[in-house]
């Protein structure tokens, strides 16, 4: 099978999601960029994740065409490839349904500054207005939310699209950033505002970026 790796390096990811309860049944998509070509494995609409095995991954290119695989790819691969083609950088994907961040993308701006490791993405944007799930207008937000230096967003009305150097990092990211969206909500009901300051938020960033301990 071709592409092996990246395959079981997606599904992996997958099951741990849904263990972690960042995905439920069979919401949410993950993929995985090869290192040397423009390869993109992706999980397949549809697919229960615990049952999902490396051979179900379908492989598209940067594009969103099929190029192998038994099903179809996720509804949400024009998100995952266009975020892709955007930032070369950014070598996997991983998008929830997340509870807090979705109840946190109804709000807009940006998501509070309510945990230390989520401001190593600081700051974490919501898109500016919702899209149909699997749209380009969807793909075009994710994109002009994450930039050229982002790791993450909030889907507005929808959830959470995290990004990363490897699957660890987008997996990483995206873990803090439903924490981070926990702690800020159950702030916010509690009447709470003191959240992390910016210049420190900015500074945590910066260590993070630079490989400095957070």
């Known amino acids: 099978m071709n592409y092996q790796k990246i395959r079981e390096i997606v599904v992996e990811a997958a099951k741990k999601s849904n263990a972690l309860g960042l995905i439920h049944g069979t919401s949410g998509n993950i993929s995985m960029r090869d290192d040397n070509d423009e390869v993109v494995a992706i999980t397949p609409s549809g ?10 991954i379908t492989l598209v290119d940067l594009d969103g065409n099929v190029i192998e695989g038994k099903y179809k790819p996720s509804s949400e ?12 950088d950014i070598r996997a994907v ?4 997340s509870l807090f961040a979705t109840v946190m993308s109804m709000k807009g701006g940006n998501l509070p500054r309510a945990t230390v490791p989520s401001n190593m993405y600081y700051p974490i944007p919501v898109t500016d207005c919702f899209a149909l799930p699997g749209s380009e207008e969807l793909a075009d937000s994710a994109v002009r939310a994450i930039g050229k230096e982002g790791d993450v967003t909030l889907l507005k009305n929808h959830g959470l699209i995290a990004a990363g150097k490897d699957m660890d990092a987008a997996m990483t990211c ?11 909500y159950y702030a916010m009901a ?6 992390i300051p910016e210049e420190a938020a900015l500074a945590i960033r910066k260590a993070a970026k ?5």
């Open 94 to 97: 991983v998008h929830t349904h």
């Open 174 to 184: 995206a873990v803090y950033t439903e924490e981070c969206a926990q702690v800020g």
């Open 210 to 214: 630079g490989g400095g301990a957070v």
């Open 190 to 195: 509690a009447g709470l505002d003191d959240f």
């Open 77 to 88: 691969t024009p998100m995952h490839t266009a975020i892709m083609r955007a930032r070369p």
């Open 47 to 56: 697919i229960e994740y615990e049952t999902m095995t490396a051979e179900d």
